[in-house]
């Protein structure tokens, strides 16, 4: 039985819908699951000749088949175990922005792809050239198909960046501190939501969530009032204002001067820390030797 039925009759959801054919095309299958070296077995259609060659050794849990512009994609749910990787650094803040996507604590800094934007016009221009077409019409529908695969290409280029990085981040760090964002928040500014949507936040900590628990490593969400900008990482002096535009962070009371989003970077470590010695209760040599480690990310 599908999982929409099945919260269905555990009164958790609704009826399923009934999808419309050409949106959101895909179909679950679970149960026995016949795999071949390049068939698999479907109910009702029968076998399926695969362009790819298709991993027999491993019993999926459930296939998902789905449509992604004109062609059909299968992907597999698997039960992983998680494997311990040797971490480089023991604790990492993470700040996520828009001049660059990662900043690390450790003053290591990843540029997200800012693949909307350089496909936007072409984008834009493929969908202009549309308008007059005749909906449901074959030119329109091969247009369509067109832009379909654009957007495609676009998405594959995001994922493919934040895949990368977070998994760095996870193999190499045992515990990672990152700012529970208010993403729908900010995408409710004109301003930076076209940004933001672009950099793919949301994707970013829901690959950090399960990578984490793959490679043994623990994900810290630091409160979303948590002031990581304004607070100086080496004091602990808070500045009244900060604007987006000011880049380095410069303290008044200490003189220490960072990279804004370094800065950042490092007091999201700290707090990592000192929720993980809150969380854990550790003894003072384990909270000695955290904060040494402290010390050592400093820019
Ligand atoms: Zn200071």
């Not at 290409?153 to 960046?161: L, Q």
């Not at 895949?163 to 729908?184: P, Q, R």
């Not at 804004?260 to 993980?276: P, S």
Request: glycine share 6%; hydrophobic share 35%.
């Amino acid at each position: 039985m599908s999982n929409a039925f099945k919260s269905f009759f555990k009164k958790t959801q609704g009826f399923p819908k009934f999808k419309k054919k050409g949106q959101h095309d895909s179909f679950t299958l679970d149960g026995a699951i016949h795999i071949e070296y390049r068939k698999i077995k479907v109910p009702v259609i029968g076998r399926i000749k695969t362009y790819e060659i298709l991993p027999t050794g491993y019993k999926p849990k459930s296939v998902t088949i789905s449509k992604q512009a004109d062609k059909w994609f299968i992907s597999w749910k698997i039960d992983a175990e998680a494997t311990q990787t040797e971490k480089k650094q023991e604790f990492v803040g993470v700040d996520l922005g828009i001049n660059h996507l990662a900043t690390l604590s450790t003053v290591e800094i990843f540029n997200g792809v800012k693949s909307y934007k350089k496909y936007e016009s072409k984008l834009g221009r493929m969908q202009y050239l549309n308008r007059h077409k005749l909906r449901g019409s074959n030119n329109y529908r091969k247009a369509q198909i067109k832009i379909a695969r654009l957007h495609q290409k676009i998405a594959n280029i995001r994922k493919d960046t934040l895949h990368k990085i977070t998994t760095y981040i996870s193999k190499n760090h045992a515990v990672i501190g990152i700012e529970d964002l208010n993403v729908s928040g900010m995408l409710a500014n004109g301003k930076l939501s076209k940004a933001i949507s672009d950099m793919g936040f949301y994707e970013f900590r829901r690959q950090l969530e399960y990578k984490t628990q793959l490679y043994g490593s623990k994900l810290v969400i630091v409160g979303r009032y948590y002031p990581s900008s304004k607070t100086c990482s080496q004091c602990g002096a808070k500045k009244s204002s900060l604007s987006l535009s000011q880049r380095f962070f410069q303290c008044d009371h200490c003189g220490f001067e960072c990279d804004r989003d370094v800065n950042a970077a490092i007091n999201l470590k700290q707090e990592a820390v000192r929720l993980t010695v809150l969380a854990c209760g550790l003894d003072s040599a384990d909270t000695f030797r955290m904060k040494q480690e402290e010390k050592a990310g400093s820019c």
